[in-house]
């Protein structure tokens, strides 16, 4: 209860007037956030359907926690042993006592706005060591709660506390319950990675061969094909060749020779009708081995 206190000297009591009461076990604190819950729960600050997805390969990393204590150290130990090729941008901050919401407010936000060039944070992590609800105090102020949600990066909350959940790590996009566990989930394990990388080599190299043996396949197939089309075509060009020389033969003067028959010519001219040849003259007759010199005796005209 929270009230005033009222005195009577004549009876020597007091009274508690109360101006705002509790349940039973709940403090002032516990009110408000449960107060702030309610409240950022029904601008839809919670809903898992706005939660964003982290980089399979993050490159750079923005870290938000006190540059005093071991958490900052655990969390480069596991990130550069496991993904030593991650940048990390600290930003250091203090994460209890008065200001510390608002200060890491600032750190997120300066965080969001980071460049270099082109380059931008992949993901950025809110980092502590544990405590009790009152070291927590911070992380369930509305104005931290409102800077994550803000973010334009992906932000991990790694508070380091998995009793009690905090306003920060329900808006988070992902909620680690220790700063190494955090860098676990931003990191790839090298040795994973190098593994995948020699099975892929393999798969790679095996997809070349098989590619190379069916190109081979294919040629040698196509090869085969020619030397088949090329000697049919070899066979039918000789085959037709045969056919002309037979034909061309038959053709031939020598080859009627061959067969009884004989040239006879007058004058240097083949002599085809009996009427243009007179009794008395020289003809010269072609025979397949050797030529013969006659004389006509008479002409005798056929039809």
Not at 139 to 144: P, V
Not at 224 to 245: F, H, K, P, T, Y
């Amino acid at each position: 209860a929270h009230g005033a206190l009222q005195l009577y000297t004549r009876n020597n009591t007091c009274e508690l007037v109360a101006d705002l009461l509790f349940p039973e076990g709940v403090g002032l604190a516990q009110m408000q956030g449960e107060r702030t819950y309610r409240q950022l729960e029904a601008e839809g600050l919670f809903e898992p359907s706005r939660k964003r997805s982290l980089p399979a390969l993050p490159r750079r990393i923005g870290v938000v926690s006190s540059e005093r204590g071991a958490v900052i150290h655990d969390f480069l130990n596991v990130l550069r042993r496991r993904y030593p090729l991650a940048e990390v941008v600290f930003a250091p901050t203090p994460v209890q006592g008065p200001g510390a919401s608002v200060a890491m407010a600032h750190a997120l936000t300066r965080l969001g706005q980071w460049r270099r060039g082109d380059e931008k944070l992949d993901a950025v992590v809110l980092a502590r060591g544990g405590g009790s609800d009152e070291d927590l105090a911070a992380f369930n102020d509305e104005r931290l709660v409102r800077a994550v949600f803000a973010s334009p990066v992906p932000v991990v909350s790694a508070v380091g506390h998995e009793t009690n959940v905090t306003l920060s790590d329900l808006v988070a996009d992902l909620r680690a319950s220790t700063p190494s566990a955090a860098a676990e989930l931003l990191s790839p394990d090298a040795r994973s990675l190098r593994a995948e990388l020699t099975q892929l080599k393999r798969r790679s190299t095996a997809a070349v061969y098989q590619r190379l043996a069916n190109a081979r396949q294919s040629i040698d197939g196509a090869r085969g094909r020619s030397e088949v089309a090329i000697a049919r075509r070899v066979r039918e060009n000789r085959a037709d060749l045969n056919n002309l020389s037979s034909r061309l033969r038959a053709l031939s003067p020598h080859d009627i020779l061959s067969r009884g028959y004989a040239i006879v010519s007058h004058d240097g001219h083949a002599v085809r009708d009996a009427a243009t040849v007179e009794p008395g003259e020289k003809l010269m007759i072609r025979l397949q081995h050797g030529r013969l010199t006659s004389t006509v005796d008479a002409v005798e005209l056929e039809g």
